[in-house]
Every structure is written in C-alpha cells, then in structure tokens.
C-alpha cells in the first residue's frame, strides 16, 4: 500500500496531464465515491482523474507556460516503467474518472489506516495491475483489495477496507459532509474533508501535541482548481476557534511600493491561538522559557503590541532584503515601552531619528534592529531608513503588481488576514543569494520558475465559520 497509493496518485496526475481521451465528468458537488464509503472516516480525498475534464485540461494549458513541461511528463513515465508497467497498457485502462482516499481510525495514530477507492474502465486491467505491483514490492507486503458495485477499495488489509466500506450509512448522506462539498465548487482537480471530531480525537491521543483548539471542530473542508490565470485552493471551515472577522487593513497603507512580501492578522487571533497552546504543558514550559529571555510576559506583549493589527513586509535592501514589523496598537505610548523593555535585554539602545520620526536602534554587529513610531503606527525594522519610508512615496496598494494579483485571484479589500509574495521579483533576489554564496541556480530552474508571477492568500468570516482562498498566479 505504501507503494501502490504514490503510484496511483502519479497515475493520475499523468493522465490529466498527456490526454483528452474520456467523457467529461459533471462536475458535482458530491464525489460519487463519498457514496461507496461510510461516514465516520477522519478523511477523505476525491481526485478527478478523468482526462476529458474541462478542469484537467485547463491544468495542462497552464502547464504549458513551464518549458520544463515535457521533461517533467516524460520523467513520471519513467517512474512507472521503473515499476514494470506501461502508462498506455496497463494504468490508462485501468485509472477511473474518480480516484477516492479515505482514512479511517479507532481514535489514535496507530490505529489509522488508508484506503483508496476507484472505478476502473476495465476492471481486469485494474486487477493485472495490482498484480503486477504487488510482485514487484521485495517486502512481501501486499496490497488487498474489495470490489463494491464496480468500485474497487484498496488497501493494506480487509480488515481496513472493512472500516471504510461498512457501519453507518453512507459519507454522502452525513450532513457535516454534505455542507462541507457545499461550501466548494464543483469543478475541481482535488477536494478534500477532514472530520473535526475525529481529528481532534486522534490529536488529543499526542503527548506532543496536547490542545490544539479542535475540540469543536466540526469540519474543514478544501478543493483545489485550475483557473485561467492560475490555480486556486479554496477551503472552509466549521467550529474550532472562533475568530475575530474581517478588517480593513489599516497598516498596508503605509508599506512602501516596492515590498514584495506582506503578510497581516489580526493581533486578537494570534492572542487566541497562544492561549490554546498554553493548555499544553510542555509549550507553556517553553513560552515560560522565552519569557524570560525577552524580559516580558506574553500577556504584556498582546495586550500592548498585539492590540490591534500586525503586519509583516519585505522589500529590497542592500545586500539582503529589509524586514519590518508595523502594529497598529491601541496604546502606542505603552506598546513602545513594552518594547523598550525588550530592547533593553538584549544590548545597549541607541536613541535616533530617520525621517524626522524619533527611533531606537539596538546593534547586534553585523545588523541593527530599529523601532519607533509613525502616525500611532509602531514600526521594528531591520532597514536604516525603514521607518522613514513607512508612509512615504509609493504604496503597496497602488503598486501594479498588487493591483494584478487582487483582480485575478478576486481578494475582497476587507478580510481577516492577508498573505502576499510577489514571485516574479522574488527570483532576481534568489538569483543574487546563489550568486553571493560563489553558486548559480540552474538555467532550466530559474526558467521554470519565470511562469509564476504571484501567490495570494486570504481567509474570510467571523467566529467559527471562515472560508479561505489561496492562489498562485501563473503567466
């Protein structure tokens, strides 16, 4: 089983990826497998390996503007040659338009275990594949299989496919599950359902992991999808904690133009995450650790510097990129003394000015690390004019670049929390580090790479009910 799930994961990914040979699936919101499993699985993953999809062969189109394309396809062929099989023989005959993974469990790690499910073109074929796989695998391991009204379930026992396939009535049917798919679209490459119960049940089993806030989780649910401009992860989720809702961003106005990576949440949810964390005990030793080492309590530094909106950008500086922090405090007066009192734990502070704005700067040697304060926004930054900047000239928002990737990944302007990386500026910065360390990146690396312009990421919601987007832009 371990050999055979990457194999047909791969087999998938080749048929979408070389052929239009098949019918079009419908594109419904409720994979037909979820009808062959039973609900009370910790997960399941629907994969669309009809090659005729509309979704597949958008995905090729895509695929295209990486000159690496055919290479890559050619390698994968390899790797099933390497197992004794042919792509055109043995896998394309025996690959269904819907490749299904479920993970069933008693309650903890070792008692998971993974099934997959599919409904061959030519059953026969599927069975000499198995057979094939299974001869090549020197472990003595072998791959076991069911067949249930033309669906086939694998996995590395009966007793495991028992658990996926019999008990309670169908997934389709479960109603966390049916508004799950729903919160999806239908036209997807991949979707995935994860049972929030059943997770947490597993993860509360971890002496390392402890709370992790599951404990009303009801579901998280995801798809993945080709676009025309590039590909989307869209997801929601259903209980678990809540969090504080949309905001207009108040600090991405004041990041200057040329940042090619941002990133803000708002300071109440990371608050709340800690707070989860701290009810296990080897992580609040560890915070208590840090504590001491910063000179502050954690609950000083959310109620001052994590009051409001924290934002994270990088932009170029010279010789390595410049990284500042800006918070959006309800007491800037004390979210400065908070970090007065940091600073202080770590060497001699020496006070400034840049830009006319009254800045501290504590020098470690080979970098500084500045803070002050802009218009009641607090500001740390590695830059020696980061702080002058902030606010100045050009803003991220007007920038072409940002303005691009919003309109094609659809970002509302008020969400709960945004991340950004400008790709296409990103690898001229990659280039120059390889070039510092006395080494060069590939020509057919860097080339491959010029397609991406973007990545974008953004949740939406209020309490425990949040939806979030992610997409990579690709020209």
């Known amino acids: 089983m371990r050999r055979l799930l990457p194999f047909l994961a791969l087999a998938a990914l080749l048929a979408g990826c070389g052929s239009a040979s098949k019918t079009s699936s419908s594109g419904s919101s409720i994979p037909a497998g979820a009808s062959i499993v039973r609900t009370g699985v910790v997960a399941f993953v629907s994969i669309d390996s009809d090659t005729g999809s509309s979704q597949w062969q958008q995905l090729d189109e895509l695929a295209q503007k990486f000159p690496g394309r055919d290479d890559a396809i050619s390698k994968l062929k390899q790797k099933l040659t390497e197992q004794g099989v042919d792509y055109d023989q043995d896998v394309k005959p025996a690959l269904g338009p819907e490749l299904d993974i479920a993970v069933v469990s008693a309650g903890n790690e070792s008692s998971t275990k993974v099934v997959a499910l599919t409904k061959p073109d030519d059953p026969a074929k599927f069975k000499a594949l198995v057979a094939k796989l299974n001869a090549k695998d020197a472990s003595g391991d072998r791959t076991v299989y069911r067949e249930v009204d033309g669906w086939y379930a694998l996995s590395d026992s009966q007793a495991s496919i028992s658990q996926a396939l019999e008990g309670n009535g169908p997934l389709a049917d479960d109603p966390d599950f049916k508004a799950a798919m729903g919160k999806l679209t239908g036209d997807t490459l991949v979707k995935l359902y994860l049972d929030g119960q059943r ?78 964390l701290e009810s296990n005990p080897q992580v609040a030793a560890a915070i208590k ?35 500042t922090l800006a918070f959006d405090p309800k007491d800037q007066s004390a979210a400065l003394a908070t970090l007065d009192k940091i600073a202080a734990k770590f060497g001699q502070v020496e006070p400034g000015t840049q830009g006319g704005h009254p800045v501290k700067t504590v020098n470690f040697g080979q970098f500084a690390i500045h803070y002050g304060s802009v218009d009641g926004k607090v500001l740390i930054t590695s830059g020696a004019s980061g702080i002058a900047d902030y606010g100045e000239g050009d803003h991220l928002p007007d920038s072409a670049d940002f303005k691009q990737a919003q309109d094609v990944a659809g970002m509302p302007d008020s969400t709960g929390g945004v991340m950004y990386i400008d790709l296409k500026d990103a690898l ?28 974008l990421a953004w949740t939406n919601g209020s309490g425990d009910t949040r939806t979030f987007d992610a997409f990579l832009e690709i020209k």
């Open 199 to 276: 997770l947490n049940a597993i993860a509360s089993q971890s002496t390392t992991t402890g709370s992790l806030g599951l404990d009303k989780l009801k579901y998280i649910a995801a798809s993945a999808s080709a676009e025309d401009d590039g590909v989307r992860i869209h997801g929601a989720q259903s209980g678990g904690p809540a969090g504080a809702g949309n905001f207009a961003s108040a600090l991405i106005g004041g990041v200057p133009g040329d940042a090619f990576a941002f990133l803000n949440v708002n300071g109440k949810d990371v608050a709340d995450q800690f707070e989860q």
């Open 289 to 323: 650790r840090v504590e001491r080492v910063i000179g502050v309590s954690y609950d000083e530094v959310f109620s001052t510097l994590l009051s409001g909106e924290v934002a994270f950008s990088v932009r170029p500086g010279a010789g390595i990129p410049e990284l």
């Open 428 to 455: 001229p910065l990659l280039e120059g580090f390889a070039s510092l360390s006395g080494q060069s990146l590939p020509s057919s690396t860097t080339e491959n790479l010029r397609p991406l312009r973007s990545f």
